[in-house]
Structure formats: structure tokens, C-alpha cells
């Protein structure tokens, strides 16, 4: 069983930054995938970014990349996500999810993660 709690979400304006950072805990987990995603009212759930714990390959939506950093510390259990130049299309909760699987590119489906965070709320104002 592994645990994750996610924290660092926010107030921000538009054009500000936020780092999200997700503790992991139990289960040792260093062969997982690890992902965030986020959902915005009355939208899907969708797939921000993933790392490998491995060897700490990235996998970014396409919308995202530039903007959105995901990292982790191995030696703390916890994962990151940086956002910057951010927008009110941003706002959104925000989930931190482990895998145990590889890292493919499959890694952007809700459906290969096993277990999730209780989610952190990240509000963008104009």
C-alpha cells in the first residue's frame, strides 16, 4: 500500500508560479511510475505529467510542456510539480498518483495508476 499527500496549492494570479509537492509513503515504491494529473470542475480528469522513479524520465501532456516541471527526490519519497506562467485554464484540483508499472507511454492513462492523493486545490485569478 502506498500513501500520498499532496500540498503547496493555492491562490495565484495569472503569470505567477506554485510548486506541488506530493509525499509518498509505505509500500517502497522505487520501480513505480509517478504522475500527476487534474480535474477542473465539470471537466474529465486529465493527465498533466509523469516521471520514472527509476531513472527519472519525463512525460509531459503536450499542452504542458514548457510551462509545468515534474520531479522528485528520491531520498525524501516526494514528488514534484512545478508550474509557472500560470493561467486561469490552470485551475483545477490537482492529484498525485503512483504506478506500478514501467514507464511506457502509456503512462498518461488515469487507468495504469493504482493508487491516488486526496488532491491539492490550485486557483489562478485574472
Known amino acids: 500500500q502506498v500513501q500520498l499527500v499532496e500540498s503547496g496549492g493555492g491562490l495565484v494570479q495569472a503569470g505567477g508560479s506554485l510548486r506541488l509537492s506530493c509525499a509518498a509513503s509505505?509500500?517502497?515504491?522505487?520501480?513505480?511510475?509517478m504522475g500527476w494529473f487534474r480535474q477542473a470542475p465539470g471537466k474529465e480528469r486529465e493527465f498533466v505529467a509523469a516521471?520514472?522513479?527509476?531513472?527519472?524520465?519525463?512525460y509531459y501532456a503536450g499542452s504542458l510542456k514548457g510551462r509545468f516541471t515534474i520531479s522528485r527526490d528520491n531520498a525524501k519519497n516526494t514528488l514534484y510539480l512545478q508550474m509557472n506562467s500560470l493561467k486561469v485554464e490552470d485551475t483545477a484540483v490537482y492529484y498525485c498518483?503512483?504506478?506500478?508499472?514501467?514507464?511506457?507511454?502509456?503512462?498518461?492513462?488515469?487507468?495504469?495508476?493504482?493508487?491516488w492523493g486526496q488532491g491539492t486545490q490550485v486557483t489562478v485569478s485574472s
Open positions: 498518483a503512483a504506478s506500478s508499472s514501467s514507464f511506457t507511454s502509456a503512462v498518461s492513462y488515469s487507468s495504469e495508476y493504482d493508487y
Open positions: 516521471i520514472s522513479w527509476i531513472d527519472g524520465s519525463t
Open positions: 509505505g509500500r517502497t515504491f522505487s520501480s513505480y511510475t
